[in-house]
């Protein structure tokens, strides 16, 4: 049975590594680290950094079955700006300089992805943000994801009084599953990637 809770201190490690290998081959990273190993160090590096902010404000999510953490996911409240190149750097992310210029190139297409999800955002009321779901990678296409979506983050925009979730992905398999959760597509572009071009899509869906 898996069960949800608030993510703590002590998911840290756990959190980024299972985020490392969910999202191992994932073309929003790939492009930038060529080499398997270093990419999953960056990859547990930068989600190391982004879970230490969303366990402190509270919207990092832990689901467990049989006490084993198989997935997380970070839901912003409403109004939240998404965090930037300073804001990582404030929160410690300097320790990812060791991979040279990667992090900048990577920031600049991550702030290139993110300005149509949040110019919907600022016109929209009530938008809760998913910034990141993931699922182990042994776990992945068992309905886990689809299960974060309808049975945590669906009650809990209903028990706000209802609101539009939000979000960014980068593949065409993910395209895929969110639109068969309910999820439509609002924006679509290519955005530079590393001296090629990755998808970006935006999708919303109205909870009431």
Same mark, same amino acid.
């Given at each position: 049975?898996?069960?949800?809770?608030?993510? $703590?201190?002590?998911?840290?490690?756990?959190?980024?590594?299972?985020?490392?290998?969910?999202?191992?081959?994932?073309?929003?990273?790939?492009?930038?680290?060529?080499?398997?190993?270093?990419?999953?160090?960056?990859?547990?590096?930068?989600?190391?950094?982004?879970?230490?902010?969303?366990?402190?404000?509270?919207?990092?999510?832990?689901?467990?079955?049989?006490? $084993?953490?198989?997935?997380?996911?970070?839901?912003?409240?409403?109004?939240?700006?998404?965090?930037?190149?300073?804001?990582?750097?404030?929160?410690?992310?300097?320790?990812?300089?060791?991979?040279?210029?990667?992090?900048?190139?990577?920031?600049?297409?991550?702030?290139?992805?993110?300005?149509?999800? $949040?110019?919907?955002?600022?016109?929209?009321?009530?938008?809760?943000?998913?910034?990141?779901?993931?699922?182990?990678?042994?776990?992945?296409?068992? *309905?886990?994801?689809?299960?974060?979506?309808?049975?945590?983050?669906?009650?809990?925009?209903?028990?706000?009084?209802?609101?539009?979730?939000?979000?960014?992905?980068?593949?065409?398999?993910?395209?895929?599953?969110? $639109?068969? =959760? *309910?999820?439509?597509?609002?924006?679509?572009? =290519?955005?530079?990637?590393?001296?090629?071009?990755?998808? =970006?899509?935006?999708?919303?869906?109205?909870?009431?």
């Amino acid at each position: 049975m898996l069960t949800y809770r608030t993510a $703590e201190d002590k998911d840290l490690k756990p959190i980024s590594t299972l985020c490392a290998d969910a999202f191992l081959n994932y073309a929003f990273y790939t492009p930038f680290v060529k080499d398997q190993e270093t990419r999953r160090r960056f990859l547990y590096d930068v989600h190391v950094q982004c879970f230490r902010a969303e366990i402190k404000r509270k919207q990092a999510v832990v689901g467990e079955e049989d006490g $084993e953490i198989i997935t997380a996911f970070s839901l912003h409240e409403p109004g939240r700006k998404q965090a930037g190149f300073t804001e990582y750097l404030a929160s410690g992310i300097g320790m990812v300089f060791r991979y040279g210029t990667i992090p900048f190139k990577w920031f600049d297409m991550y702030d290139k992805c993110i300005a149509p999800a $949040e110019r919907f955002n600022k016109e929209n009321p009530n938008v809760y943000y998913i910034e990141i779901l993931a699922v182990r990678p042994d776990k992945q296409r068992h *309905g886990i994801g689809s299960k974060d979506i309808h049975e945590y983050m669906v009650p809990y925009v209903k028990g706000k009084g209802g609101g539009i979730l939000s979000l960014i992905t980068n593949s065409v398999e993910n395209t895929k599953f969110y $639109e068969s =959760n *309910g999820f439509k597509c609002f924006d679509h572009m =290519n955005v530079p990637a590393a001296g090629t071009e990755i998808g =970006n899509w935006c999708f919303s869906m109205d909870v009431d």
